[in-house]
């Protein structure tokens, strides 16, 4: 009896340390696990702060286009070129507002880490986290920041609406007013003119050119645009859309 017991307590001993070492393991990879979430919270939080930047460079690039376009009609300039983005060079750079929106989530851009890009007009921005993941069971972490990289693109909703071509004229090709001014059954000149230019007094109208309306289908939408009224101009937002790509 008094062996069967001492065998027993040796049983327990030697099952001891057995136990603390299992429960030594599990409290490290409780540990290691809980690093993992916290470099993946960082990581999530830089990705964040890469699409907040892209989008917001790629929308500052938007409205600066809109406004490039409002001048350019009301000065009667050439404008078609920026129905579509491409080829302006807006006055301020957007990638300032990528890093503010980078900013704003903790994190910023890393130098050269703001490139627009075309065909399409995008910015990619690849940003730093500024909070480290911190310390843990892994060696390193308290030093480890986060990097993460978004591209935004710009693309244009519209579209110029051209006009119908005019029929092609019918008859021998001369204009209805006989502006030829030919000769009768006589032979004799009629000494018609051409009536060109003038109104029905014989003067010129002399009135003010009126800027033509501008019509653009955009996504299937048509909208006219007033030169006259540019106060009614469309937003940046129905002219251009602004997503993450893929």
């Given amino acids: 009896m008094t062996a069967r017991r001492s065998r027993l307590a040796g ?3 030697q099952a001891f340390p057995i136990y603390i070492t299992a429960v030594a393991a599990l409290l490290f990879l409780a540990l290691a ?13 830089g990705q964040t702060a890469a699409d907040a930047a892209a989008l ?8 600066q286009v809109r406004k490039g376009l409002l001048d350019a009609i009301a000065d009667g300039a050439s404008w078609e070129d920026l129905l579509t983005g491409r080829g302006f060079d807006p006055p301020h750079d957007p990638c300032d ?3 503010w929106f980078a900013g704003e989530n ?22 730093k986290t500024r909070k480290a993941v911190g310390k843990s069971v892994i060696p390193g972490t308290e030093t480890k920041h986060a990097t993460a990289k978004a591209k935004a693109v710009v693309e244009p909703r519209c579209v110029l609406d051209e006009p119908a071509p005019l029929p092609d004229p019918t008859g021998d090709g001369k204009g209805d007013g006989g ?7 006589d032979g004799k000149d009629g000494g018609g003119k051409d009536g060109g230019g003038k109104g029905d007094d014989g003067k010129d109208d002399g009135g003010k050119d ?28 129905d002219l251009f859309s602004v997503h993450l790509a893929d």
Wanted: aromatic share 6%.
């Fill in 11 to 13: 049983d327990a001993g």
């Fill in 33 to 45: 696990l809980f690093a993992v979430g916290q470099a993946g919270a960082t990581r999530n939080g």
């Fill in 56 to 63: 917001g460079a790629a929308e500052d690039f938007r409205d």
């Fill in 97 to 99: 507002q990528a890093q």
């Fill in 106 to 127: 903790d994190a910023d851009v890393v130098s050269g880490g703001c490139v627009p890009g075309y065909l399409p007009v995008s910015f990619t921005v690849t940003v």
């Fill in 179 to 185: 502006g030829d001014g030919g000769k009768d059954g």
């Fill in 210 to 237: 009126e800027k033509p309306v501008i019509d653009l289908v955009c996504e299937g939408e048509n909208i006219t645009i007033d030169p006259e009224r540019l106060d009614l101009f469309p937003d940046a937002k």
